[in-house]
């Protein structure tokens, strides 16, 4: 669509900065006692909204409108979706059985992973099949739109276990704000917030760099999120057993040196050095 290096990177980062305004969704969630209704409404607005991008080029000729709608589009979309997520955390915490619950999200995440890895991989290799086109991206948000459907039909069928609604007089400024005054919390929001304040600053350009500056193809670029998720669906349980001996700080400071390598090591990259990213992104898994 013509978006320059700056509006690439603000859009690829989008799904952070939307994430903060979620957190207002409490206000929301906790007047509802039967939440799947509105939780499959956001899902389906947030989906259609990321889908509309695909017609954008058949429907506005200017390049700058295109352009501002983008925009608002993907923006709207992850505040949309990030709310959504937070409600659908909490339903699916209170749908599964306790006894099973920590098994089920592990089953789950594994799955999710490997299809995941699979579809990013074919994905890859359709675009670069279809020379970058126009037609190749349409055809992959008719397909993703078509499942985010099918997983509105899925998620319809399970049953709503209720939720027992907040007294109205409690949900004010003073509990919303309650665990920013534990100290403790606090200390953990300000790591997690300087973190990723400065990860964001790097991992928002990486797209762009690759595919512009590095001219690396869309099917290497698919694999090295493959390998990223093929190399979490194998350390997952390692990471559980450090987490049980070391506890979640050593945990949580140990994993944050994986997690900035691509970054790191991005240094480095150039056009003759660029299958360093195997091993970055095997790393960031």
Not at 12 to 28: E, G, H, K, R, V
Not at 217 to 237: E, G, P
Request: glycine share 4%; hydrophobic share 50%; net charge positive.
């Amino acid at each position: 669509l013509g978006a320059g290096d700056f509006l690439t990177a603000l859009l690829n980062s989008t799904a952070n900065y939307a994430t903060i305004l979620s957190i207002f969704s409490y206000f929301l969630f906790e007047r509802k006692t039967n939440r799947k209704r509105l939780l499959l409404a956001l899902n389906f607005l947030s989906r259609t909204l990321m889908a509309a991008i695909a017609v954008l080029p058949l429907i506005f000729p200017d390049a700058k409108t295109r352009l501002v709608l983008l925009t608002v589009l993907v923006i709207s979309s992850e505040v949309v979706w990030g709310i959504y997520r937070i409600g659908w955390t909490v339903w699916m915490m209170t749908t599964v059985p306790k006894e099973t619950k920590s098994d089920y999200i592990y089953t789950r995440t594994f799955y999710t992973r490997i299809i995941m890895s699979v579809v990013s991989l074919s994905a890859g290799f359709l675009l670069d099949l279809s020379n970058k086109s126009y037609i190749g991206y349409l055809f992959l948000f008719i397909i993703s739109y078509l499942l985010s459907l099918s997983d509105i039909v899925v998620l319809n069928k399970i049953d709503d276990p209720g939720y027992k609604v907040s007294d109205p007089s409690q949900m004010n400024k003073n509990t919303f704000l309650e665990p920013v005054r534990v100290k403790d919390y606090r200390r953990f929001l300000s790591f997690v917030f300087l973190f990723y304040l400065g990860f964001t600053m790097a991992s928002s350009f990486t797209p762009s760099y690759m595919i512009r500056y590095l001219n690396i193809d869309f099917k290497h670029i698919s694999t090295f999120n493959v390998l990223t998720q093929v190399a979490m669906i194998l350390t997952n349980r390692y990471w559980s057993r450090i987490e049980k001996h070391k506890g979640y700080t050593f945990t949580i400071c140990t994993s944050a040196f994986f997690t900035i390598s691509p970054a790191l090591m991005m240094v480095f990259v150039t056009k003759n050095t660029w299958p360093l990213l195997f091993i970055s992104n095997i790393l960031a898994g």
